[in-house]
């Protein structure tokens, strides 16, 4: 079933949904644009956009859709509620702001907006099918290939921001549409902070942690790999063999049915026992699609009844942070394939790494 026809399967009986969040609106339609609505009803899909995307969309939109280009947008919405005797309009509470729906309604009086559809797009976004899980699978293989590409790259006197950038412009060299995330690349007493932005500045030696993704056909993939610049001493071994043991740990734990808050205590009570409680701040993973951060959650947080199923994407990230030295954290991006078992998309080199550092 395409993503319209399970989105409709949810549309109560007589309504309509206008849809104006880009990334649902490319989920539903397979059309990447930025102005415009989709209005959908049981029996009619439609694709409102601006002449910049016109004859783009009609090659580029699902063939459920008709493309129209009015000359006012409201104007025709309201035709086509009309037309359809809809008086109720479903609208993504998710992504409307108060500005937002205040312009619908005096745009459209006498209908009625309710909230719902972010909800129906999430249950279905969070269950990937094979064609996104194909995409994801590519987008990751992009990304692997840049993190070897930048073992070779990488040389005493760089800048932490010529690292990032290498493998930003090495994933665009390689097919992806673009980046899924503003590339980390830190080093030294830096690679402490979780989420640093790479600096203007020489890289240290010691721990280089890189936190990037490729985008590809509009998803995302997420890695991490920590490396060592120069040789790593008895306590940084014991940070990063800490570390590894919990992913891996947590990787060898997933399974379709098991809890996410569980996976997440996996990983953390392996770093708290070998003496680092507290300095996991963050939690083990997080969804991944057309969002870089998306449902579900593996968190100390997340509800007990939140439990893992086929066509979820996850990333598994543990880390260990200690202010003022040095951090590291390992990520992976996996799926559960149909089956229930756990499909990790990346396939880069995780035992740890010393790259010669002579300055
Ligand atoms: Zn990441
Ligand atoms: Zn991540």
């Known amino acids: 079933m395409t993503h319209l026809g399970a989105f409709l399967q949810?549309?109560?009986q007589g309504a309509a949904a206008l849809i104006?969040?880009?990334?649902?609106?490319?989920?539903?339609?397979?059309?990447p644009f930025e102005d415009?609505?989709?209005?959908?009803?049981?029996?009619e899909a439609l694709l409102l956009t601006d002449p910049r995307y016109v004859e783009a969309a009609q090659k580029g939109a699902g063939a459920d859709f008709t493309v129209l280009c009015p000359p006012k947008m409201f104007e025709t919405i309201k035709e086509r509620l009309a037309a359809h005797g809809v008086d109720t309009l479903y609208v993504e509470?998710?992504?409307?702001?108060?500005?937002g729906r205040e312009q619908i309604e005096n745009r459209l009086p006498g209908v009625t907006l309710l909230a719902g559809a972010s909800a129906w797009l999430g249950e279905l976004r969070v269950q990937k099918?094979?064609?996104?899980?194909?995409?994801?699978?590519?987008?990751?293989?992009?990304?692997?290939?840049?993190?070897?590409?930048?073992?070779?790259?990488?040389?005493?006197?760089?800048?932490?921001?010529?690292?990032?950038?290498?493998l930003e412009f090495f994933m665009r060299r390689n097919g992806a549409d673009g980046v899924a995330f503003q590339t980390i690349a830190v080093s030294g007493s830096a690679s402490s902070l979780p989420h640093g932005v790479p600096r203007d500045c020489p890289l240290e030696k010691g721990f280089l942690t890189m936190d990037?993704?490729?985008?590809?056909?509009?998803?995302?993939?997420?890695?991490?790999?920590?490396?060592?610049?120069?040789?790593?001493?008895?306590?940084?071994?014991?940070?990063?063999?800490?570390?590894?043991?919990?992913?891996?740990?947590?990787?060898?734990?997933?399974a379709a049915g098991v809890s996410c808050k569980a996976l997440d205590g996996v990983a953390r009570t392996i770093i708290?026992?070998?003496?680092?409680a507290g300095r996991f701040g963050h939690s083990l993973g997080h969804g991944v699609g057309l969002d870089i951060h998306e449902a579900p959650r593996l968190s100390f947080g997340a509800a007990e009844t939140d439990v893992l199923l086929p066509g979820h994407v996850v990333t598994f990230e543990p880390g260990i942070y200690l202010p003022g030295q040095y951090g590291c954290r390992i990520e992976d991006m996996a799926a559960v394939r149909a089956d229930g078992t756990l499909l990790d998309f990346t396939k880069s080199e995780k035992e740890l790494i010393e790259l010669p550092w002579n300055c």
């Open 36 to 43: 415009g609505y989709l209005l959908l009803f049981a029996d």
């Open 10 to 12: 949810k549309l109560p």
């Open 20 to 31: 104006t969040a880009s990334k649902n609106q490319y989920y539903l339609s397979g059309f």
């Open 129 to 166: 099918d094979e064609r996104e899980l194909a995409a994801m699978a590519t987008a990751q293989s992009i990304t692997d290939a840049a993190f070897s590409h930048v073992l070779n790259f990488i040389k005493p006197g760089l800048r932490e921001i010529d690292v990032a950038l290498e």
């Open 93 to 99: 509470e998710k992504n409307l702001t108060l500005a």
């Open 212 to 254: 990037f993704g490729a985008r590809y056909g509009g998803y995302c993939s997420d890695m991490t790999r920590t490396v060592v610049l120069g040789r790593a001493d008895a306590d940084m071994k014991k940070v990063y063999e800490t570390v590894l043991t919990a992913q891996k740990a947590a990787l060898d734990a997933a």
């Open 272 to 276: 708290d026992e070998a003496g680092f």
